[in-house]
DNA sequence: GTAACCAGTTACCAATTGGTAAGTAATCCC
DNA sequence: GGGATTACTTACCAATTGGTAACTGGTTAC
């Protein structure tokens, strides 16, 4: 974690939602606060080990709280604080460009049978000679 | 590269800016096309091998595009592909979001003499019991 | 006594990422 | 012939990131 000093407020807000997980926690937390193991559940793929570590660095940089009910067995709630919040909704165009972006590479890859592992070059990814 | 499949748009859109540098780099062409060594002169502590590597995919997910003039000495020129504006414009409000944070960390440490080194946790970053 | 529950924690290992530094290629200029 | 210029490429190494799987702790239910 280097944590600045940043070149531009770009580069501090990707240094808190870049990476790995994060933006997909947010995500998940958008709504209503989760509980440690709904968030694992939702982030399929994700090991617990991965979910605490982001958990934790989001809790450090303000983005999301945590509040622990002193239950048996444990309960921990995990939610968007006010600048995570407002985090989210600087992430929502970005949001929409990916969708759009995902709706135009499955149009390129449309109108194909059976396109599987054609190893010549996309001509959309080709390098100007 | 993971290269999906994307849980959600947000997921596809960090999958292309979330690397290290890579929304500097758009930062860095926003505004008008650059040579390469414009480039490494203007992303300071970048290395050659690094931003040939993420101009090359962001080439490939045709975010920038790549001009070569036939010079001696060689002149390549990067700028932003329709796309790569587009993302531009999507990442407007995340950047503002990274300049207010940054502006509310400074406020943070200000007023304060000789704040070096200090081992405490700082309030803002404290854990929930 | 012991199994289940939840939210972690820990140890260990593999893969990815990033840095340094040297080399390459083509041409012009002296 | 030799240096300067520009945009890379390559080899090698260190650091970071991420995965797997086993373990912990306090209480309730059987």
Known sequence: MPRGPYICGLDAAMDIVGGKWKALILWELKDQPRRFGQLRQSLTGISEKMLIQ????????????RKVYAHVPPKV??????????????????????????????EQTAGHLTVVDDPSPSPWAARSA
């Open 54 to 65: 982001r958990l934790r660095e989001l809790e450090a940089d303000e983005i999301v709280y």
């Open 77 to 106: 709630e995990y939610g968007l604080t006010e600048a995570g919040t407002a985090l989210h909704r600087a992430l929502l165009p970005l949001a929409h460009w990916g969708e759009r972006r995902m709706e135009a590479l499955d």
